[in-house]
């Protein structure tokens, strides 16, 4: 029996994904497989992945870019007051399914971009680029209807790029150093040519049935392991005149980066401002996700993935959150997946992150002179304001003039 199953999973290679030419398939993913789809009362639908036939399980953490510690990171920094905990009223109805692109219509094009991070470890950069270009939208009522570019945020928002981040940076970048516009690859998406910054790495086809995705796997010709690009600084030569000058084609906001965690405080949180940074484990199985309502069934860790929540709703009875993936929009649900709701399934409740409701978002950057605002000791100490490191998390915080770094809320 277990050989007849075999045979049938290896068939499944080739019809769902669409081979030319089958290869061998990895006896530990035919073996996961089977035991995903062996498994009682399954909610989602596990399906043999092309890219990833040949390979063993966890062959997905290249893409995996949130760094370890980022949960304890946005802590610290709420502690420390240069983050705030967004709170949770008990006396806000929220209703039982809610879709962001079909709350803010005006808005739907942006929400609806459907990204591809290519073979780099940028989620984190990803995630925080749409949701910041979602927020922004929708607090200016469509007025700045507008892809803030990953480009830009992921090569300049952190040292590391491709080799991953947090996911409080992209909001600081935006925030203080301001992002400009970028549509996909060479211009695609619906946003097409003309922006400032497109993201410069190429389409590729990620986890899931290859279906009509046309686009090579991950470490094929086409698609080879990312190394980051410079951190740019002039906008591209297709750019239209209305984004033509880098510094001129900045958009930043004026207001806090918060964070939400928990069902409600999340649920809350995109309801009153839009789509949410968050991230969560992504485990082995994961990778063979083809639609339904993700729940870790087997498979070990293959690292933190951060992604984009939109809306919420429930599935015969599951509760679910509706994801934005950066990995195109053939893959999973159109782009999209549903994962388990309500009981951290995976830490994707942990903290989710994003934009005040109060703030405003506008064309250029707002120079601050507040210490909180500064990012460097010599701009700490040039304000006399006080410098003061969390050595475990390897990053500093400037805080007003003669605070006790030691007696007072941070930890040092």
């Known amino acids: 029996m277990a050989a007849i199953k075999q045979h049938w999973l290896l068939m499944e290679l080739v019809v769902v994904g669409m081979l030319t030419v089958a290869s061998a398939a990895h006896e530990e993913r035919l073996a996961q497989i089977q035991v995903i789809q062996e498994s009682s ?32 990171r946005i802590q610290a ?25 079909t709350n803010w219509p005006k808005c739907a094009k942006v929400i609806g971009d ?42 300049c928002g952190a040292d590391d790029g491709c080799g991953g981040g947090f996911v409080e940076e992209p909001w600081d970048y935006i925030r203080l150093h301001g992002a400009v516009t970028g549509s996909q690859y060479e211009g695609t998406g619906p946003f097409g040519k003309g922006m400032c910054a497109d993201f410069s790495l190429p389409h590729c086809h990620h986890h899931g049935p290859q279906g009509d995705d046309p686009y090579p796997g991950e470490g094929q010709d ?32 004026d207001g806090k980066v918060i964070s939400a965690t928990g069902e409600k405080g999340i649920q809350q ?13 992504v485990y082995t ?36 959150w509706k994801v934005a993936n950066s990995w195109n929009p053939y893959w999973g649900e159109k782009g999209y997946f549903r994962i388990l709701r309500g009981v951290n399934h995976c830490g994707i409740e942990d903290e989710v992150v994003g934009t005040s409701p109060s703030s405003v978002w506008h064309q250029g950057v707002t120079p601050s002179t507040a210490c909180e605002d500064q990012e460097t000791e010599n701009a700490c ?30 930890i040092v």
């Open 114 to 155: 459907i990204r591809d991070q290519s073979n780099c470890g940028c989620c984190w950069a990803f995630a925080g680029a749409e949701a910041a270009s979602d927020r922004m939208c929708i607090a200016s009522n469509a007025s700045l209807l507008l892809p803030l570019s990953a480009e830009d945020v992921c090569f």
């Open 41 to 72: 009362g399954l909610t989602w639908k596990a399906a043999a992945v092309p890219r990833f036939a040949s390979q063993a399980p966890g062959a997905s953490k290249n893409l995996c870019g949130v760094k370890e510690g980022w949960k304890e």
């Open 285 to 320: 199985d994961f990778e063979n996700y083809a639609g339904g309502v993700y729940q870790h069934t087997t498979g070990g860790k293959a690292g933190g993935h951060a992604v984009k929540i939109v809306g919420w709703g429930s599935d015969k009875g599951t509760q679910y």
């Open 222 to 253: 086409g698609c080879p392991i990312a190394k980051s690009p410079k951190c740019p600084t002039k906008c591209g030569s297709d750019a239209s005149n209305a984004h033509a000058k880098f510094a001129q084609d900045k958009y930043s906001f």
């Open 269 to 281: 949180m995109i309801f009153a401002g839009g789509p949410v940074e968050t991230a969560f484990t």
């Open 381 to 410: 100490n040039s304000l006399s304001c006080t410098w003061c490191y969390i050595k475990f998390f390897k990053m500093g915080f400037c805080k007003k003039a003669n605070y006790d770094c030691n007696g007072g809320s941070v």
């Open 77 to 101: 920094r709420i502690q420390a007051g240069t983050m705030l905990r967004s709170p949770v009223s008990p006396h806000i109805s929220l209703p039982d399914e809610f879709d962001s692109e």
